[in-house]
């Protein structure tokens, strides 16, 4: 008898309670089941909806609103995975190697400031495409113009051209556009400041540009410039006439003192070897400024530390020389691409040993066999169509 009436008392509805200012307080919405849902992803969505500046969950709820679709956690998980394993290209070292490179050139007293009522415009002289064409420092500080090459490669004394420092820039673009007239917008769009009257102007310390080229070496621009400045310092002002130690006195400080400027064991030897050619007259400015393409190449990548590609940078930027031809410049490579039509973005490494290549050098060698003898400034435009920053070249 008990347990049946225990059944009807708990089978009774609940009556309404008395809230204390006499009314009736409202009854509990009964609870709305809803799909599983784990409490990560709750705290997820809430989390995002907060921090965006939108309704939050309880509010939506309140206005009977669906909650906005949130990306499942396994998608995330696999998008992240993917954008993980996609490795970009490496940056070509073009800008701030050449860059440091190229900052120890002195501008001549004739060099003009590029202003209308400038009276000293840059000297007008001989130029040629084989030749260097910027003027040579020697380490005790003489200048050696290039004029003067010519000169000794022509009986007559004559200049073998008519091509002059003015006039050189403008025939090479001329050069470029005849050879392939859809270069033409790109050469109009961008002037080679390196090949202008104002570029052939500087004047050039080939050991410091060299030493400096070694100092770049797999380091960033602001590291690569700091140790040169401490490199510097190591010796007296009074002994460095052109600003910049000389060879000789390079070649017989121990390595221990050079590495107090921050350079490793193996760059300390390379700057050492570097000094102790030039002291020893194994390899001379005269010889930079009066070889052939080919000679010259020959004598500086046969110094230890010095690389086919520090070498050729050196000679288009540092001397001036109009047909050098890097085929192992990533930013060439990329370039010359897209210049064929290529979508780069869409090339794999397909290099060997892991190597990136947009392009064989075989098909940038043949492709740039058409531009000769202005390869150097055929390569400078290839940089600028895939937009290389090579703003570190103009700018010294």
Same mark, same amino acid.
């Given at each position: 008898m008990s347990l049946r009436r225990s059944a009807r008392v708990q089978s009774k509805p609940t009556p309404e309670k008395e809230a204390p200012n006499?009314?009736?307080?409202?009854?509990?919405?009964? $609870?709305k089941k809803r799909g599983r849902k784990t409490k990560a992803s709750e705290d997820i969505?809430?989390? &995002?909806? +907060?921090?965006?500046g939108e309704p939050s969950q309880a509010e939506l709820d309140s206005q009977n609103m669906p909650p906005p679709p949130a990306t499942p956690l396994n998608k995330r998980r696999k998008l992240a995975k993917k954008d993980s394993t996609s490795k970009p290209?490496?940056?070509?070292?073009?800008?701030?190697?050449?860059?440091?490179? &190229?900052?120890? +050139?002195?501008?001549?007293?004739?060099? +003009?400031?590029?202003d209308i009522d400038d009276a000293s415009p840059p000297p007008n002289r001989p130029a040629e495409p084989h030749h260097t064409n910027a &003027?040579?420092? &020697?380490?005790?500080?003489?200048?050696?113009?290039?004029? +003067?090459?010519?000169?000794?490669?022509?009986?007559?004394?004559?200049?073998?051209?008519?091509t002059t420092s003015k006039t050189l820039l403008d025939e090479a673009c001329a050069h470029l556009v005849k050879a392939d007239p859809a270069l033409k917008s790109v050469v109009e769009k961008h002037h080679c400041r390196i090949f202008s009257p104002e570029g052939l102007a500087e004047k050039i310390d080939p050991f410091r540009s060299l030493v400096s080229g070694i100092l770049a070496q797999q380091v960033s621009g602001a590291a690569a410039k700091s140790i040169k400045n401490k490199f510097i310092a190591l010796f007296p002002a009074e002994d460095c006439p052109t600003g910049f130690p000389p060879p000789t006195l390079v070649a017989k400080t121990d390595l221990s003192v050079l590495r107090t400027a921050g350079l490793s064991q193996r760059k300390a030897e390379y700057v050492q070897g570097l000094a102790q050619?030039?002291?020893?007259?194994?390899?001379?400015?005269?010889?930079?400024?009066?070889? $052939? =393409?080919?000679?010259?190449?020959?004598?500086?990548?046969?110094?230890?530390?010095?690389?086919?590609?520090s070498v050729e940078m050196f000679m288009c930027f540092g001397l001036k020389r109009m047909d050098v031809f890097s085929t192992g410049d990533l930013g060439?490579?990329?370039?010359?691409? #897209?210049?064929?039509?290529r979508d780069v973005k869409k090339l794999k490494n397909s290099g060997k040993g892991g190597k990136w290549k947009y392009m064989s050098e075989k098909e940038m060698v043949e492709v #740039?066999?058409?531009?000769?003898?202005?390869?150097?400034?055929?390569?400078?435009?290839?940089?600028?169509?895939? =937009?290389?920053d090579t703003q570190a070249v103009e700018d010294n």
């Amino acid at each position: 008898m008990s347990l049946r009436r225990s059944a009807r008392v708990q089978s009774k509805p609940t009556p309404e309670k008395e809230a204390p200012n006499g009314s009736i307080a409202e009854k509990a919405a009964p $609870t709305k089941k809803r799909g599983r849902k784990t409490k990560a992803s709750e705290d997820i969505a809430s989390t &995002t909806i +907060s921090q965006n500046g939108e309704p939050s969950q309880a509010e939506l709820d309140s206005q009977n609103m669906p909650p906005p679709p949130a990306t499942p956690l396994n998608k995330r998980r696999k998008l992240a995975k993917k954008d993980s394993t996609s490795k970009p290209p490496p940056f070509t070292p073009t800008p701030s190697a050449i860059g440091l490179m &190229t900052s120890t +050139s002195n501008l001549g007293q004739n060099y +003009s400031t590029g202003d209308i009522d400038d009276a000293s415009p840059p000297p007008n002289r001989p130029a040629e495409p084989h030749h260097t064409n910027a &003027t040579l420092i &020697t380490p005790g500080g003489t200048p050696l113009e290039p004029y +003067s090459n010519f000169e000794e490669a022509s009986p007559s004394k004559k200049p073998p051209t008519t091509t002059t420092s003015k006039t050189l820039l403008d025939e090479a673009c001329a050069h470029l556009v005849k050879a392939d007239p859809a270069l033409k917008s790109v050469v109009e769009k961008h002037h080679c400041r390196i090949f202008s009257p104002e570029g052939l102007a500087e004047k050039i310390d080939p050991f410091r540009s060299l030493v400096s080229g070694i100092l770049a070496q797999q380091v960033s621009g602001a590291a690569a410039k700091s140790i040169k400045n401490k490199f510097i310092a190591l010796f007296p002002a009074e002994d460095c006439p052109t600003g910049f130690p000389p060879p000789t006195l390079v070649a017989k400080t121990d390595l221990s003192v050079l590495r107090t400027a921050g350079l490793s064991q193996r760059k300390a030897e390379y700057v050492q070897g570097l000094a102790q050619k030039f002291s020893s007259g194994e390899l001379t400015v005269a010889q930079l400024l009066t070889g $052939t =393409d080919e000679e010259v190449f020959s004598s500086l990548i046969a110094v230890r530390g010095l690389g086919a590609w520090s070498v050729e940078m050196f000679m288009c930027f540092g001397l001036k020389r109009m047909d050098v031809f890097s085929t192992g410049d990533l930013g060439v490579q990329r370039g010359m691409a #897209a210049y064929k039509g290529r979508d780069v973005k869409k090339l794999k490494n397909s290099g060997k040993g892991g190597k990136w290549k947009y392009m064989s050098e075989k098909e940038m060698v043949e492709v #740039a066999e058409n531009f000769r003898p202005y390869r150097s400034l055929f390569m400078w435009y290839m940089w600028r169509i895939e =937009d290389v920053d090579t703003q570190a070249v103009e700018d010294n």
